[in-house]
């Protein structure tokens, strides 16, 4: 390479190589951060529409770093005799006065999937564990017995989340895989999985992996009623459903906003529903209601009981007395505050509650809402529990503070954007 092939440095900022990592720091943080050499996947070089060059790095973070910073001779040239970058590419690019984006460098892989020979069926019924003694995995086991495997370990995504990963191979029906993993973060642990992914790579990280997969699962399972998708220039997508469970396939490829992502991922999501987890059948058969309160309106509440254990179904008792009307109770001889609208409800021990709050979020670009939320003793997050149109729970105010007996606060207003 000869040095006068490179822009000329600017003071708008500096990149260096600390260690194993390129630290760039630009005056308002244009480019900042810092890149992981050894996690990087992908590197382009690319020119925006005010003709600026950035040198693009892929680590699982997107970065742009400058081509023009202080520095930036000497990263390449270390980035370049370590990966061999095409140099040729790269630097026919910089000096081009048009929007482009090329690649001059992809990360090469062990393939972590294999197509099985065989003509497996048991898509519908779960996965097998390939340990030494092949272990047969329910889509009905829960988080809590999962847990308990000594076939599987925790680990940490690059963004954080905690991992439940396996320590061998996965068949899914006639597919073989590594790295199969689900988010074990703020789960239900008496519920079933809910998703389970991996990100199927071939040896050149290409969309090799989606043709392939496609393939089989189109012949295993193309005949169910929800086999869908699209496939644009921009990304590939199909969905397969084997009685409640749904297995996903996506490719990204290069487009104005995205990169090609070289790998395929393969989700699966249990839809079915476990009604037992509904229940509280002690509670229900003791609730008494001291005292409550009707809220007319288009109320919304969430549903998401196989993620949130307080969610429950709305109680007999309840509906005998209030028929479908949303109402929040207070049951003073079991040291209760319930809350219910539609098929579900909440309910909390009396100590359990800190406080109340009202948010509202004026409409914008979106509609807007006003949200009752509960803050817990033991917790400072919100927990949202009704919601309907912007200031709608305002005038409840005082009674709400007279029926629950609790604190109430208004959240500072936002807008929906």
């Given at each position: 390479m000869n040095t006068h092939i490179f822009p000329e440095e600017s003071s708008d900022g500096v990149v260096t190589l600390v260690g194993n990592k390129i630290r760039c720091e630009g005056k308002n943080q244009m480019g900042s951060?810092?890149?992981?050499?050894?996690?990087?996947?992908?590197?382009?070089v690319t020119v925006n529409n005010n003709n600026q060059v950035f040198l693009f790095l892929f680590d699982h973070h997107q970065h742009y770093i400058p081509?023009?910073?202080?520095?930036?001779?000497?990263?390449?040239?270390?980035?370049?005799?370590?990966?061999?970058?095409?140099?040729?590419?790269?630097?026919?690019?910089i000096h081009k006065k048009e929007i482009l984006k090329k690649e001059i460098w992809r990360r090469t892989y062990v393939p972590n999937y294999a197509i099985l020979a065989g003509d497996l069926s048991d898509y519908e019924e779960g996965f097998e564990i390939q340990s030494p003694q092949p272990q047969f995995v329910l889509w009905e086991t829960t988080y809590q017995s999962?847990?308990?495997?000594?076939?599987?370990?925790?680990?940490?995504?690059?963004?954080?989340?905690?991992?439940?990963?396996?320590?061998?191979?996965?068949?899914?029906?006639?597919?073989?895989?590594?790295?199969?993993?689900?988010?074990?973060?703020?789960?239900?642990?008496?519920?079933p999985v809910s998703e389970y992914y991996v990100d199927c790579f071939d040896a050149a990280g290409t969309d090799k992996s989606y043709i392939e997969l496609k393939q089989v699962l189109t012949h295993?399972?193309?005949?169910?009623?929800?086999?869908?998708?699209?496939?644009?220039?921009?990304?590939?997508?199909?969905?397969?459903?084997?009685?409640?469970?749904?297995?996903?396939?996506?490719?990204?490829?290069n487009s104005t906003w995205q990169f090609d992502g070289g790998y395929t991922s393969f989700h699966i999501k249990n839809t079915?529903?476990?009604?037992?987890?509904?229940?509280?059948?002690?509670?229900?058969s003791e609730l008494v209601?001291?005292?409550?309160?009707i809220l007319p309106g288009k109320i919304r509440?969430?549903?998401?009981?196989?993620?949130?254990?307080?969610?429950?179904?709305?109680?007999?008792?309840?509906?005998?007395?209030f028929k479908d009307k949303t109402i929040i109770w207070r049951d003073d001889v079991n040291h209760k505050?319930?809350?219910?609208?539609?098929?579900?409800?909440?309910?909390?021990?009396?100590?359990?509650?800190k406080s109340l709050q009202i948010q509202n979020v004026l409409p914008a670009r979106g509609s807007g809402s006003s949200n009752l939320e509960l803050i817990l003793e033991l917790d400072k997050n919100h927990y949202e529990i009704f919601s309907e149109k912007c200031h709608y729970f305002d005038r409840y105010a005082d009674r709400l503070k007279q029926l629950l007996k609790k604190e109430l606060t208004f959240g500072e207003e936002y807008h929906d954007c």
């Open positions: 951060g810092d890149v992981s050499i050894d996690d990087l996947q992908y590197a382009y081509v023009n910073f202080t520095g930036f001779k000497n990263v390449y040239q270390a980035l370049t005799e370590k990966f061999s970058f095409n140099d040729q590419l790269f630097f026919e690019s999962l847990e308990n495997n000594s076939a599987v370990y925790f680990d940490r995504s690059p963004y954080g989340q905690m991992l439940l990963k396996f320590k061998f191979p996965i068949r899914i029906g006639n597919i073989q895989i590594v790295n199969f993993f689900t988010y074990f973060d703020n789960v239900r642990k008496d519920a295993d399972l193309g005949g169910a009623p929800d086999s869908i998708g699209y496939e644009r220039a921009d990304q590939k997508n199909m969905y397969f459903n084997s009685k409640g469970i749904r297995l996903s396939i996506c490719y990204t490829y079915r529903e476990y009604e037992a987890l509904l229940i509280d059948e002690v509670y229900e209601v001291s005292d409550f309160l509440m969430r549903s998401d009981y196989k993620s949130n254990s307080k969610v429950k179904r709305r109680q007999e008792k309840i509906t005998e007395q505050i319930g809350f219910s609208c539609g098929a579900f409800s909440q309910v909390y021990d009396q100590d359990q509650i």
